[in-house]
């Protein structure tokens, strides 16, 4: 050790003369040559220890046990390093401050911007020796914690360590930095580090699953947005009632729709189950262009769709039985007859939801029949003329058109009845 000192010291007087040579003759183009050959010139000898010999031969001694080496920990690190660069920037420094302190007295500006910038140089690689030396003591402190992890939080590793995250970050990127980490990451948002390439991967597998959820979350979100408003569009004006039971309706009409892709189509059933979702397309058309007939669909709505849709599943159940029996047979075809009562209820219904729009067409011809024949343009209407000319005139002919009306309106309300069931 002393050997080393004094290697440092002549190093440090080497530097020293050639400052001090290069101000004197006021060239400074070899002064950086000099002063790298004097930091070259000093080596530190490293002595090995030999055990002593018994007769010639050295004692056996029993192998230790190998020491488990912690992932964190793969990389051997000096606990003394930066130590060196301390002493000789320590050294150096000393003599160049000393020398600008001599310069400043005498004047000489050159060299006290030599000398200043030089201890200046070397008060930084202190610095740096310095921090060396703390990080290789971290390392083996940040190892020993974490023992046999793989990867790790900087929280929690900061929290083990009553340290702060933004500390302990910065540690682990000097590490990495100078080569301490060689094959540790840090994840994007910098809050995990992972010390093997087994970590590593795994991050990576599940960096890119949660970015495939997110990338279905935003087109989910997407779609629901624009599926929404396109309802919006097509439902625009139209009350919430309606819009509930349209949206039912769709529902209902892809269930016999799918039912009916399962049934096949050499079957019966088949083609009644077009027929029914071709009447509910309609009375869901026609609920769309009048939304006062919503109200009409209360009981279609709570008890025939979903029964329907509970037959059909039942159906469906009884179609995959490998076995026929004559239970399966007999209540599928109950449920095929089913169909066809449920067929002409509907048909009904939607024949019910016209009702309004032809009782005004019959009462509207009805009475632009009494007016043209009031008018004396049609053959009957010469009749009618010759009694309004002998009884009164317009009074009586405006009130044989109400009679007229009225009379249409009873022949259109009879042509219509209510569903199966409604009273």
Known sequence: MANDIQDFLKAGNDILNSVSSAIDRNDYSTLHSDVNKAIKSVTIDRKTMYASKVNGQAPLRAQAPRQKVYPFLQNKVSKYLGVPQMALSAALGAFMFMDFLGLMLIGSWPGVAVTGAITALCGWAFYKGRKKFELSKKYYQYGNTLRDAEYFSITDLARALRSRDKTVLKDIKDMIKLGFLPRARLDKAETTCMITDRAYDQYLGAEQDREAREAKQVAD???????????????????????????????????????????????????????????????FAQVKKDPSSADELHKL????????????????????????????????????????????????????????????????????????????????????????????GPAVAFQMASDTQGEAKGQVQGQYQTMPGDK
Do not use: C, H
Not at 278 to 283: H, P, Q, T
Not at 306 to 332: C, F, H, M, R
Not at 350 to 372: G, N, P, R
């Open 221 to 283: 979100k997407k779609r629901a947005a624009e599926e929404a408003k396109a309802r919006n569009a097509e439902y625009e004006g139209l009350p919430t009632r309606a819009v509930e039971i349209l949206e039912e309706g769709k529902e209902y009409i892809a269930f016999v729709r799918q039912i009916n892709d399962v049934i096949p189509d050499t079957e019966e059933l088949s083609n009644k189950l077009y027929r029914l979702e071709e009447i509910m397309n309609r009375i």
């Open 301 to 392: 709505m709570n008890y025939y769709l979903p029964t329907t849709k509970k037959l059909l599943s039942a159906y469906v159940e009884l179609d995959k039985e490998p076995e026929v029996g004559e239970n399966i047979t007999q209540t599928k075809k109950e449920i095929d007859d089913a169909i066809d009562t449920i067929n002409t209820a509907f048909e009904s219904l939607l024949d019910s939801l016209f009702q309004d729009m032809a009782w005004d067409i019959s009462s509207d011809i009805s009475v632009m029949k009494t007016m043209m024949a009031q008018d004396g343009l049609t053959v009957d209407g010469q009749g009618i003329a010759a009694q309004m000319q002998s009884s009164g």
